[in-house]
């Protein structure tokens, strides 16, 4: 009971300190906003071409609304040294990193469905597979706030982690499938897509929209789950490495 209200009040404060600031209540909002009106308007193929983009524009509105707040947090702690502070308290890091880390997955997963909000006045989504769409939301949140957290962990500036993150965060845009199939991309081009979290979750998110699956479901399932354990375990070794050992 004990560790369960410390994980409480950690992630508690992380929310009241950092996600419920006006700024980034407004960010949350206006981002995803933004580029579903960005994606919907240049598609210019009428109301048919939504079911076609919504999928890239929540994958994209999870990526960069949970590896921007991360930036902020973590390095912002780092700098003020109470996430230091935090490590010495008589909790298991392994909760700790998750309670630092479920707020920005609980953000990102309301991040994504703003376009689907919107998308719901302009056509109708009763084909969506829910069950598949709201698991593909939840994974691709929380590998990208876990890639997002390990990222933060080697910097020391916001603006480090916020360019560092753009490093994978942009190629994944054009790479993963979202608005475009990784098919048609360079055959020498298409192992790197394969390397990137976002296309298995791009593909989940595909398939329960319109079926447009690339590789079998269950695939996607266990290599996201693999990809959320291994940068979870990377970055309770960077911890460990950097402050504890």
């Known amino acids: 009971m004990r560790l369960l209200i410390a994980f409480w009040n950690i992630m508690l404060k992380d929310v009241r300190s950092y996600y419920l600031k006006p700024p980034n209540i407004s960010w949350g909002l206006i981002f995803p906003l933004a580029w579903t ?3 919907f308007i240049r598609s210019g ?3 048919e071409s939504v079911s076609t983009v919504l999928p890239g524009v929540v994958a994209l509105s999870i990526l960069f609304g949970t590896t921007s707040l991360l930036a902020v947090t973590v390095t912002f702690e780092k700098k003020n040294r109470s996430f ?3 490590l010495l308290a008589p909790i ?3 909760l700790l990193m998750l ?3 479920s707020g920005a997955i609980l953000f990102g ?3 994504a469905f703003v376009p689907v909000v919107i998308a719901a006045f302009l056509i109708d989504l009763s084909q969506v597979e829910w069950i598949v ?3 593909a939301v939840f994974l691709i949140s929380v590998v990208s706030t876990f890639l997002g957290f390990f990222v933060a962990i080697e910097v020391s500036e916001v603006f480090e982690a916020q360019t560092f993150s753009n490093f994978f965060r942009f190629p994944m845009i054009f790479l993963c499938g979202l608005f475009f199939p990784i098919a048609a991309l360079p055959t020498f081009i298409q192992p ?3 390397a990137l979290p976002l296309t298995y979750g791009a593909d989940m998110l595909h398939g329960a929209v319109h079926g447009g699956y690339i590789m079998p479901f269950f695939v996607d399932l266990i290599i996201l789950i693999g990809l959320c354990v291994v940068l979870f375990v990377a970055s309770l070794r960077s911890i460990k490495r950097k402050w504890i050992l």
Do not use: D, H, I, Q
């Open 37 to 39: 009106t960005m994606f």
């Open 45 to 47: 193929s009428g109301m």
């Open 84 to 86: 230091e502070r935090l």
């Open 92 to 94: 298991p890091l392994e």
């Open 99 to 101: 309670a630092k880390t």
């Open 109 to 111: 997963m309301a991040n």
């Open 133 to 135: 769409f709201v698991l």
């Open 192 to 194: 790197l897509s394969y």
